[in-house]
């Protein structure tokens, strides 16, 4: 809601502003008593809240205005959470994807370093997901276990945790 100062709210303040003036001249010339301390907290309570009485009172909901709201929240939540998921399946390529599996698993098995190979783990260097590759190329072309040659990141753990439960609740 928009705040309109209006003329009506300034002198609302202003009036309020002077009380209290009075008040706290009241209260430094020793006039204490705790009817004067209690009125002095109450007009610095209003002095603070009517600049924003039309905030208070847009701040009282009815029930079924915040159930509604509610609702429309939850919608655009479960929307971005269906992009996100959305977003993290199309980020990689399904044959790039089972490249890492194999190289996390520790046990990737016989491989040949074909062209395809070659680049879906430059990729995965690039991306962050795989350490201890200084040079692919000095990687022997023909192998047993291709996750002797190579490791993954911390990041690319991440990533695949990440992937498995999207795929688990889709």
């Known amino acids: 809601m928009n705040q309109d100062y209006s003329t009506k709210w300034w002198a609302a303040f202003t009036c309020i502003a002077f009380l209290e003036a009075i008040l706290l001249v009241m209260l430094l010339s020793g006039q204490t008593s705790t009817q004067l301390l209690l009125a002095i907290v109450v007009i610095a309570t209003l002095l603070f809240l009517t600049p924003r009485l039309d905030d208070v009172i847009a701040f009282t909901f009815e029930r079924g205005t915040f159930e509604s709201k509610l609702s429309t929240i939850n919608k655009k939540i479960a929307t971005s959470k269906t992009r996100i998921d959305k977003l993290v399946l199309l980020s990689m390529s399904k044959s790039t994807y089972e490249v890492l599996k194999l190289i996390s698993s ?34 022997p072309y023909e192998g047993n276990n291709l996750s002797e040659h190579i490791k993954i990141t911390d990041t690319g753990k991440q990533f695949i945790e990440l992937r498995k439960s999207v795929e688990e609740d889709k």
């Not at 062209?115 to 430059?122: A, C, P, S, V, W």
Request: aromatic share 12%; net charge negative; no cysteine.
């Open 106 to 139: 520790g046990n990737f098995g016989a491989y040949k370093m074909t062209e395809g190979l070659e680049r879906e783990i430059y990729h995965l260097r690039d991306l962050g997901y795989l350490d201890n590759v200084e040079r692919i190329r000095n990687i």
